[in-house]
C-alpha cells in the first residue's frame, strides 16, 4: 500500500477518484455548478420528497411541544418511543405479517443481520451484485461464504445441494431489483428452492422495490405473493418512501433474536422519532399512489426499450436503468455532454460496477413526463453516434 497521496494519484489517472459534489435541489431539478437539470440519478422514486402539498399537510399534524428531534439513546435504553411500536405494529398489519423491525438505515440493517443470525455452522450464499451494505454484513460475519454469479440459479442451486447437509443454517440473499442493473431475482424460484430444504433461509433486499412495486407499494414480494415465505424481508425508508430508516419484515422468534444480538440495532442512537412521525405518515399514503407507479412504469418502459438493446447481457426490467458504456473515461465524458444538455446523470464506475462496465445510472421518478423521456432518449441517441 503506497501513501494516500500516490493513491488518490491511481484513482485519478484511472478516471476512477470521488468527490463529494456540492449539490442542492429544486423538486425534480438537480441544482450543480450555477445549472438546473432534471435530476435523473436520485432514489426518489415516486416523486414525493420535495411535495409541498405532502410536507404542508405533516407539518400542520404537528404539535411542537411534542416533536422530538433526537432520541438520544439506543432503542434498548431510552430511545424506544412509542411511535417506534406505532410504526412497527402499522408494518406488521400492511404486509400481513407477525412483526416487524425499524432500524437506522439499510445499512445498518445489512451489515447487521447477517453477523448477528450466523455463525461458523452457517453457509452464506450471496448474489455477486448485491449491495455494498450486505458485503460489509457477510464480512462481519463468522459464517462460510460463497458468491454466486448473479442470478444464476442453477450454480445456486448445485450449492445448495453440496452443502446443504454439512450446514446448520444456510441463507440465500439477493436484492429484489438490484442497484446497478435494474433487472430482478427471481423471487418464485427462489422460494420454491427454499421448500426442498429444512435449513434455508430466504433473505431478500427491497430497498429499490418498496413503494415501487406490488398493489401497495410494498415491493416485489408483495407484487408476487410472496411475503409470507420470505424470511428476511429487508426494505428502505431512504428512496421511494422520501424519509429515512429501513426495516425488516420476519417472525418474532427472528426479532426477539435481533433484539438481542444485532451490534447495528443496540450500539447506535435510535432515529429521532420526528422522522418516524414522517415515515408513518407517508406509509399511509404510499399504499394509495398507484398512479405515480403506474407513470413511472410506462416512463421506464419506453426508456427501457431505447435502452436495453445497447447493453449487451444487462436487461433492466425496473425504473434503473443503465447505459453501459464501458470505461470510466467514456461514463465521464457522457454524464458530462448530458448535464450540458440539462439531464443530471452520473457516472458509475469501479468498484461500484465491475471493472469495463462503467455507466450512466438512470434512475426515474414518477414526476418524469413523458416528453422529457422522449427528449432524454433522443439526447442518449445523439451521444450514441458522437461517441
Ligand atoms: C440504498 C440501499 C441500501 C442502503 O440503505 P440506506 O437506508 O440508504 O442505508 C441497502 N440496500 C440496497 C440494495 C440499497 O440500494
Known amino acids: 500500500m503506497g501513501s494516500f497521496s500516490s493513491q488518490l494519484e491511481q484513482l485519478s489517472q484511472q478516471g476512477n477518484l470521488r468527490r463529494l459534489p456540492e449539490i442542492d435541489s429544486d423538486g425534480r431539478y438537480a441544482i450543480r455548478g450555477g445549472m438546473k437539470m432534471l435530476n435523473l440519478s436520485s432514489n426518489d422514486y415516486l416523486g414525493l420528497a420535495d411535495n409541498r402539498a405532502l410536507k404542508e399537510e ?35 398489519e400492511l404486509y400481513d405479517a407477525e412483526c416487524a423491525l425499524v432500524f437506522n438505515s439499510g445499512y445498518h440493517a445489512n451489515s447487521g443481520i447477517l453477523p448477528a443470525v450466523t455463525d461458523n455452522r452457517s453457509l452464506i450464499l450471496a448474489d455477486k451484485l448485491v449491495h455494498a451494505s450486505i458485503v460489509d454484513g457477510i464480512g462481519l460475519s463468522k459464517a462460510r461464504n460463497i458468491r454466486y454469479r448473479h442470478n444464476h440459479y442453477e450454480q445456486l442451486e448445485r450449492l445448495v445441494a453440496e452443502n446443504s447437509s454439512q450446514y446448520d443454517k444456510i441463507f440465500i440473499v439477493t436484492e429484489s431489483i438490484f442497484s446497478m442493473d435494474g433487472d430482478e431475482c427471481d423471487l418464485q424460484r427462489l422460494v420454491a428452492l427454499k421448500k426442498n430444504f429444512h435449513n434455508i433461509y430466504l433473505y431478500v433486499d427491497e430497498a429499490h422495490a418498496f413503494g415501487v412495486r406490488g398493489p401497495q407499494g410494498l415491493g416485489c414480494a408483495e407484487e408476487q405473493k410472496l411475503t409470507r415465505k420470505i424470511d428476511f424481508l429487508v426494505c428502505t425508508f431512504g428512496k421511494a418512501a422520501a424519509s429515512v430508516g429501513a426495516f425488516v419484515i420476519c417472525s418474532n422468534e427472528i426479532k426477539e433474536y435481533l433484539v438481542n444480538k444485532m451490534r447495528t440495532l443496540i450500539f447506535t442512537t435510535a432515529l429521532p422519532p ?114
Request: include cysteine.
Open 58 to 92: 405533516f407539518f400542520h399534524s404537528l404539535n411542537p411541544h411534542e416533536c422530538r428531534f433526537s432520541s438520544t439513546s439506543s432503542r434498548l435504553l431510552t430511545g424506544n418511543f412509542p411511535i417506534y411500536t406505532r410504526l412497527e405494529n402499522q408494518l406488521a
Open 274 to 387: 420526528i422522522n418516524l412521525e414522517w415515515t408513518q405518515f407517508m406509509l399511509h399514503k404510499i399504499p394509495f399512489m398507484h398512479s405515480r407507479r403506474e407513470h413511472l412504469e410506462k416512463i421506464s418502459k419506453k426508456l427501457r426499450n431505447a435502452l436495453n438493446p445497447l447493453n449487451g447481457d444487462i436487461l433492466s426490467s425496473s425504473h434503473i436503468i443503465p447505459y453501459v458504456l464501458g470505461n470510466s473515461e467514456r461514463a465521464i465524458t457522457a454524464a458530462e455532454r448530458l448535464q450540458r444538455e440539462g439531464f443530471y446523470l452520473l457516472p458509475v464506475r469501479p468498484p461500484t460496477v465491475p471493472q469495463g462496465s462503467s455507466r450512466l445510472r438512470i434512475s426515474l421518478n414518477a414526476e418524469i413526463t413523458d416528453t422529457e423521456i422522449e427528449q432524454l432518449i433522443h439526447a442518449l441517441h445523439n451521444l450514441q453516434t458522437d461517441l
